[in-house]
Nanobody, 121 residues
Framework: VQLQASGGGLVQTGGSLKLTCVTS????????MGWFRQAPGKEREFVAA????????YYADSVKGRFTISRNNPKNAMYLQMNSLKPEDTAVYFC???????????????WGQGTLVTVSS
């Protein structure tokens, strides 16, 4: 499984961005998916995740109510709608996939290359 994240960019505080993660392979719908982020000098942290159907979603407390994760299995795609962005959301955002296990921990089998989100104050 190969993943490619896109949609990052520069936005002002309070603005919005939508990240997209597209995957290769015909087994996309079998995987749980997640978004993680890593700011300069910090460890990678969990942002949001959802199960294979999208029926179960999980969010970090820091983004709850502002970010929405979703997926479109026929299009092999996952999304992260980010609203009310803050400077502390600045980071490289990574998408990831794994077939089972706790979706909130970064023990994922497959990772995308990351897309940079910069929120200016």
């Amino acid at each position: 499984v190969q993943l490619q994240a896109s949609g990052g960019g520069l936005v002002q505080t309070g603005g919005s961005l939508k990240l997209t993660c597209v995957t290769s392979g015909r087994t996309f719908s079998m995987y749980g998916m997640g978004w993680f982020r890593q700011a300069p000098g910090k460890e990678r942290e969990f942002v949001a995740a959802l199960n294979w159907s999208g029926g179960s979603t999980y969010y970090a407390d820091s983004v709850k109510g502002r970010f929405t994760i979703s997926r479109n299995n026929p299009k092999n795609a996952m999304y992260l709608q980010m609203n009310s962005l803050k400077p502390e959301d600045t980071a490289v955002y990574f998408c990831a996939a794994k077939p089972k296990g706790d979706l909130k921990v970064p023990s994922y089998d497959f990772w995308g290359q990351g897309t940079l989100v910069t929120v200016s104050s």
